[in-house]
């Protein structure tokens, strides 16, 4: 009896009712903002993928320049790939030439590191990658400038946003582009969780929860805000990082992960819409809750094994 009709039918009479709730579709200005943010990424990503390619292009010809330098990219590495397009035999002067920072000191390492077998195929296929590359970091540079020019009215939101742990210039636009600067299609936080895939699915029946996947499985807000968590994890005395080890420890990474993104994503929703300022509970903040049931706690422990526990302050 299900058919297409059948179902475009019903959804009309759903319609006619009222019944169906409204998409979030937002104004044409953050509509403007997400696309270019949604663009920034894939050149970003782009540019990723033609790196890997370079670093493959050097296993292939047994060019080890990233086995000294740690990123390849740098002002250094790219110093020597400007050299190795060049087709003429490189002598040690010509490395040391290159050589910036704390590299200084290696140049007869990074000699060693480029005598491999590099042909003029591999000097035409370097060259390419390095054309390409140096194209989309230009477009990228003018998306960002782009960017900040639409969302220059937003600069004062933007600082009181990356007050947050791991939220940096970029994820700040990156948030405010998918959800908008008012966030009036979300009433309550938790709608706006809910909305990005980040709390957990609610399936029961029969009194018995089965899967609690959330049932949204791709979305942009996610994904930002995954990012954002992932560097909120490593701030020193940082509340997420104490809350993320805790949780990691019961759920796993990846729960542990998702839940952090959460409340970030709880924080953000109350800079933007009531105006506050982001403030971090710190990493203490969980051991030193409920500070007195944890005291008669460990009291009663010790009395079980015999022991009378008297609390001292330490001055």
């Given amino acids: 009896r299900k058919t297409d009709i059948g179902d475009s039918r019903w959804i009309a009479g759903l319609l006619r009712h009222g019944l169906l709730k409204a998409s979030f579709i937002p104004a044409m200005s953050v509509r403007q903002w997400r696309e270019l943010t949604r663009l920034r990424k894939k050149y970003v990503q782009s540019v990723g993928d033609y790196r890997k390619r370079t670093h493959k292009l050097f296993e292939s010809a047994n060019i080890k320049i990233d086995s000294v330098v740690s990123d390849l990219f740098g002002v250094t590495g790219r110093n020597l790939m400007k050299l190795l397009v060049v087709d003429r035999e490189l002598t040690l002067t010509d490395i040391e030439a290159c050589i910036r920072g704390k590299l200084k000191g290696k140049e007869v390492e990074l000699f060693r590191s480029i005598q491999g077998f590099f042909m003029g195929h591999h000097r035409f296929i370097l060259k390419t990658l390095l054309g390409t590359i140096a194209n989309l970091e230009g477009q990228i540079e003018s998306l960002d400038r782009q960017i900040r020019s639409l969302m220059k009215d937003q600069s004062d939101l933007l600082e009181r946003m990356k007050k947050a742990p791991g939220i940096s210039d970029v994820s700040a636009c990156d948030i405010l582009a998918e959800i908008g600067p008012t966030l009036d299609s979300f009433p309550t936080d938790t709608a706006l969780v809910s909305w990005s895939g980040l709390c957990p699915g609610n399936n029961e029946s029969a009194g018995k929860r089965k899967s609690g996947r959330s049932p949204v499985r791709k979305h942009h807000l996610k994904t930002i805000m ?43 929703y109350h800079v933007i819409k009531d105006g506050a300022e982001f403030r971090d509970l710190g990493e203490d903040y969980l051991t030193l809750r409920n500070k007195e049931k944890k005291v008669l706690y460990l009291q009663k422990q010790a009395l079980a094994l015999g022991f009378n526990l008297i609390p001292q302050t330490i001055q």
């Fill in 226 to 268: 995954i990012e954002v968590a992932w560097a909120a994890i490593k701030k020193k005395g940082s509340y997420f990082k104490d809350k993320y080890y805790r949780l990691k420890a019961r759920r796993g990474a990846k729960k542990a992960i998702v839940a952090i993104a959460h409340r970030v994503l709880l924080g953000v």
